[in-house]
């Protein structure tokens, strides 16, 4: 048996030891009986048209055959497992979002095993998108489940009766306006450079009342300075300062270019706005039907890691070095490495050497799932 076959048998056998221990209805998903299921080996699916009639057969397949990933249908089949897809009759489907990596790019230390300060980002983004969906659209917060991917990202669930019943059209739609809006324009009015400056007034609500807010609180908080530096003159600004009243009664009636000599740091704050609410989602997870998606508390074959489900009220703190490590035997297993390693795992920095070394089982199964480790 080569390396990577010894790994690999390692990997299922205690994959295949994770799922004897779980409970049936801890894995499986809700309406189990009228979803279509896959799994993977060697790929994330290597076999899909699956249906498994209840939480215990779910649980007799992920014992048997060990799969390193499971994934499963956001719709709910009359026939899951007919083909072709047109012939398994969509009766319902979960809304559901995944966010694989941070709306926003900083500049940071990537650590490639596991980003701490990427996942941080993520996580932030997956508050903001349950904003969006609470907020914007009305869901009720009992009906958003979140989870872990497994691997580096956040996956949404909505699965209220409103939601089941949402068109593919409606979810596109949905999908983007949680992208946000193109740029400032779509949100400010001016057709051309003499036509007056027109914007969200007071009683506006969504994107448009997100750029209110910041326009509003940009005026009744910004110093004389801070309006030079959007290239006022001294003396216009201090004006501006001296009459913020008059300014912030015109401004929620809708009249943006009532402050003569903003009309240009408008579209850059409101720009500003677009750029730090908006979420960046995978949108096709959320408008193609036919989509599978890890099912919640299963395994990640690319990680060992379980795709954990998360109580929204705990989301800030949730960290998945520790939450979702799946393995926490205080087994040894001695394992080899190309190159030295430095890592935080289950609230412990992790050292290993170059070559061979004896670690505990959790950390081996992470490093031979990431494939930076081999067994000795
Ligand atoms: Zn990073």
Not at 122 to 147: C, H, M, P
Not at 229 to 252: F, T
Request: glycine letters at 6%.
């Amino acid at each position: 048996m080569d390396a990577s076959n010894k790994n690999f048998e390692f990997l299922k056998q205690k994959f295949h030891e994770h799922y004897s221990s779980v409970s049936p209805e801890g894995i499986a998903p809700s309406d189990c009986a009228s979803r279509e299921f896959g799994a993977g080996w060697d790929k994330k699916i290597d076999w899909r048209h699956l249906a498994l009639a209840s939480a215990f057969e779910l649980k007799s397949f992920l014992v048997r055959e060990a799969p390193l990933y499971v994934s499963y249908s956001a719709a709910h089949y009359e026939a899951p497992a007919a083909q072709p897809m047109e012939r398994k009759n969509a009766k319902a489907w979960d809304l559901i979002f995944d966010i694989d990596a941070p709306t926003l790019k900083v500049e940071h230390q990537h650590n490639e095993l596991f980003c701490a300060k990427c996942f941080e980002a993520v996580r932030s983004d997956t508050q903001r998108l349950i904003d969006f969906l609470v907020g914007d659209f009305g869901f009720n917060e009992k009906e958003i489940a979140v989870n872990f991917s497994g691997s580096k990202g956040m996956h949404v669930h909505v699965t209220s009766e409103e939601a089941l019943r949402l068109t593919q059209d409606a979810r596109k739609q949905i999908a983007a306006y949680i992208k946000g809006p193109k740029d400032a324009a779509a949100l400010l009015m001016q057709y051309d450079e003499k036509a007056p400056l027109r914007g969200p007034n007071a009683t506006t609500s969504g994107w448009k009342r997100r750029a209110f807010n910041a326009a509003k609180e940009f005026l009744e908080k910004a110093t004389v300075e801070d309006l030079m530096d959007y290239g006022l003159r001294r003396d216009r600004a201090q004006r501006i300062v001296a009459e913020r009243s008059v300014a912030l009664a015109r401004l929620a009636e809708g009249v943006w270019d009532a402050v003569a000599g903003l009309e240009k740091a408008w579209p850059t704050l409101v720009g500003g706005v677009i750029a730090r609410s908006r979420v960046e989602i995978d949108e096709p997870v959320t408008t193609d039907a036919a989509r599978l998606i890890r099912l919640p508390e299963s395994l990640h074959g690319g990680s060992s890691l379980r795709a954990a489900r998360i109580d929204l009220k705990r989301l800030g703190e949730f960290d998945p070095l520790k939450q979702a490590v799946a393995f926490k035997s205080g087994k040894m297993i001695k394992i080899k490495t190309q190159r030295p390693l430095e890592f935080d795992f289950d609230d412990e920095t992790r050292c290993v050497e170059e070559g061979e070394s004896e670690i505990h089982e959790g950390v081996a199964l992470f490093l031979l799932c990431k494939g930076k480790a081999e067994l000795a």
